[in-house]
């Protein structure tokens, strides 16, 4: 079935600098979320994107889509404690029913 | 925007109890909701997909006769956790796409945490 692998695991930043999660799925999508878990919290929609090579930005976030659709990118620009959470890009395969597979997702601290 | 609630959000039971954790939305009607259960530092894996009206679709790997999914109305699903384990205990999230908005929007609900004694 359709695999949906992110990385890195877990990094951990000074307040400042820059992160970066990649997503990469073993099946083209037809599109890809991003979703932001803070602890203890459930997952909260950021952003959808849909078409090959897509990029959208978010304030200090940026999104891209791979031109293949098989992968995506999250990068937070001068990070901030906020920004402390897990990250998952989920994904929807080109065929079939619109069921989600989430990503492995990236667990972000910030430290001060 | 689109609301999903949940409930209860958390609950804890006795081994061999059957749970029942809702999911509703609020504010449109969901002809299909997804059940994910997520284990502590891990991802969403979804469970089933639950269908107004007809049976339920499980994943891989998912016990239906275990997990016993029905959605009676556009508004409501439920999944009873039957015979409760401690290897049960998770965090188990619900959520629905609005029908009456792009296909690919989806709401969840805040989730429901499950501790099996």
């Known amino acids: 079935g359709q695999q949906v692998m992110q990385i890195p695991q877990y990094q951990h930043v000074q307040e400042g600098e820059d992160f970066t999660t990649y997503c990469n799925s073993s099946t083209t999508l037809s599109n890809i979320q991003w979703y932001k878990q803070r602890p203890g919290g459930h997952p909260v929609f950021l952003i959808q994107l849909v078409k090959s090579g897509e990029v959208k930005k978010q304030k200090r976030l940026t999104f891209q889509f791979g031109e293949a659709k098989k992968n995506s990118s999250l990068h937070i620009t001068a990070t901030q404690t906020t920004d402390v959470g897990t990250y998952f890009c989920a994904g929807r395969e080109n065929t079939g029913f619109q069921k989600l597979v989430f990503g492995t997702g990236t667990r972000l601290l910030v430290s001060p | 925007g689109a609301v999903v609630s949940q409930h209860p959000s958390w609950v804890i039971c006795k081994s061999g109890t059957s749970v029942k954790i809702e999911c509703r939305s609020l504010?449109?009607?969901?002809?299909?909701m997804f059940w994910y259960r997520q284990f502590p530092k891990q991802s969403l894996m979804l469970m089933a997909t639950?269908?107004?009206?007809?049976?339920?679709?499980?994943e891989q790997g998912v016990e239906k006769d275990k997990f016993l999914i029905n959605h009676a109305s556009l508004t409501l699903s439920t999944l009873t956790v039957t015979s409760a384990h401690p290897e049960d205990s998770s965090f188990y999230i619900c959520?629905?796409?609005?029908?009456?908005?792009?296909?690919?929007?989806?709401?969840f609900g805040p989730g429901t945490r499950l501790t099996v004694l």
């Open positions: 959520s629905a796409p609005d029908a009456g908005k792009a296909p690919d929007t989806q709401y």
């Open positions: 504010d449109f009607q969901a002809t299909t």
């Open positions: 639950s269908n107004e009206g007809s049976k339920a679709t499980y």
